[in-house]
């Protein structure tokens, strides 16, 4: 038999070979990517008549696959720590929310475990957020407590928002105060500086001062194209 007779492989074929398999490997290769994280800081002076300032400072840090920890001083009641970990679930679209449900612990002068969401919800210039914070005592049985703080505001222009807040603080689940109150926030750059007041028609108002801030952390990591 001829030898030409059988079938040989052509350049041609070889280089359309050679290029589907660098295709391959460019979609398979480890590659580097950044991927988002955040942190920050939130600083609150709580001011009345009855002497100096509370201060109540919040840190915070979410990493790229949405954990989230969290630790306030002040924020529970006076004179305590606490730190809550959690995951972060959110869709950024017209309508965007984000939820992050918590567990922890409260040092200080109220101990126990701690129980939190955080929640906040967004479409188009209508903005509501919430924080809940439960706290049970595994030794005093009867004196938990739950702290809710929700806002809803609206923006009117840039990044400027006012609109209304409220705090309910239950005690030993039957002892409530409720506190309602008017907020403006408004941004300098990245700094938000937010200021309510709550009881404007009682002599009981008190103002929050605040001012807080969120870096974006870029974090290198290879994916696998495919």
């Not at 969290?70 to 970990?85: G, K, W």
């Not at 475990?113 to 967004?122: D, P």
């Not at 188009?124 to 005592?137: E, R, T």
């Not at 030993?172 to 403006?184: F, K």
């Amino acid at each position: 038999r001829d030898l030409h007779s059988f079938p040989t492989r052509r350049s041609s074929d070889l280089y359309k070979m050679r290029n589907s398999l660098l295709i391959i490997l460019v979609f398979i290769w480890p590659n580097k990517t950044e991927a988002q994280a955040s942190a920050g800081f939130e600083q609150y002076f709580y001011v009345n008549k009855t002497g100096f300032p509370v201060v109540v400072p919040v840190i915070y840090f979410q990493n790229e696959h949405n954990w989230f920890v969290q630790s306030d001083i002040n924020y529970e009641q006076l004179h305590t720590f606490s730190i809550c970990i959690g995951k972060t679930f959110s869709e950024d679209d017209e309508f965007s929310y984000s939820v992050t449900p918590m567990i922890g612990a409260v040092l200080g002068s109220l101990k126990g475990g701690v129980l939190a969401l955080n929640t906040e919800m967004r479409y188009k210039n209508i903005l509501f957020s919430s924080q809940s914070h439960y706290v049970f005592s595994l030794k005093n049985v009867g004196s938990d407590l739950l702290n809710n703080w929700m806002e809803l505001g609206y923006r009117v222009i840039g990044h400027t928002f006012i609109g209304v807040s409220m705090q309910t603080i239950v005690f030993n689940a039957i002892n409530m105060q409720l506190q309602t109150g008017v907020y403006i926030r408004f941004s300098v750059k990245k700094w938000n500086f937010p200021i309510y007041c709550f009881n404007t028609i009682s002599d009981n108002r008190h103002l929050i001062l605040g001012v807080t801030r969120e870096f974006s952390l870029q974090v290198k990591k290879q994916v696998l194209y495919n």
